[in-house]
């Protein structure tokens, strides 16, 4: 009887999403309107339409585009600490910096007590901090995108 467990490396290598499959996704990620192969050759620089549509094809049979009037548009996003608001990449981070900056707000102008002890100083500080680690968190997932 035949083994039926398969590995990463039986796997044929299309079912990756790397290299340019996944510069064209993310290129795709950031249109705002559905986007024709031409474009996709054209904006990556890609060599032939031929490429490109490899390339988009690939991504249609990973189920993370599909196909429109106009064009393709991403169907599926799979990039980590993002979500979508209609076709804008948004990182999970910007929920922290609201949050942060909010509660940063109000300690300032609402909280503050007629002379700052140290709590008050401990907590404007620990709420700037993770103002910064929450901008600098959502600055680099926006770099991957």
Request: glycine share 4%.
């Given at each position: 009887?035949?083994?039926?467990?398969?590995?990463?490396?039986?796997?044929?290598?299309?079912?990756?999403?790397?290299?340019?499959?996944?510069?064209?996704?993310?290129?795709?990620?950031?249109?705002?309107a559905p986007?024709?192969?031409?474009?996709?050759?054209?904006?990556?620089?890609?060599?032939?339409?031929?490429?490109?549509?490899?390339?988009?094809?690939?991504?249609?049979?990973?189920?993370?585009?599909?196909?429109?009037?106009?064009?393709?548009?991403?169907?599926?996003?799979?990039?980590?600490?993002?979500?979508?608001?209609r076709r804008?990449?948004?990182?999970?981070?910007?929920?922290?910096?609201?949050?942060?900056?909010?509660?940063?707000?109000?300690?300032?102008?609402?909280?503050?007590?007629?002379?700052?002890?140290?709590?008050?100083?401990?907590?404007?500080?620990?709420?700037?901090?993770?103002?910064?680690?929450?901008?600098?968190?959502?600055?680099?997932?926006?770099?991957?995108?």
């Amino acid at each position: 009887m035949p083994d039926e467990r398969t590995n990463e490396a039986d796997e044929p290598s299309d079912t990756r999403l790397t290299g340019t499959s996944y510069k064209v996704y993310r290129f795709m990620l950031k249109q705002t309107a559905p986007v024709g192969i031409s474009e996709v050759q054209r904006e990556m620089s890609l060599s032939s339409p031929s490429v490109a549509q490899y390339h988009i094809r690939k991504l249609v049979r990973l189920g993370l585009v599909r196909e429109e009037q106009g064009g393709y548009v991403v169907d599926k996003v799979v990039l980590e600490n993002v979500f979508r608001i209609r076709r804008v990449s948004v990182p999970v981070q910007t929920a922290y910096v609201a949050f942060f900056s909010v509660t940063f707000f109000i300690l300032l102008v609402f909280l503050r007590p007629a002379t700052i002890n140290s709590l008050y100083f401990f907590a404007v500080v620990v709420n700037a901090a993770a103002i910064a680690v929450s901008l600098y968190e959502a600055g680099k997932t926006l770099k991957r995108l």
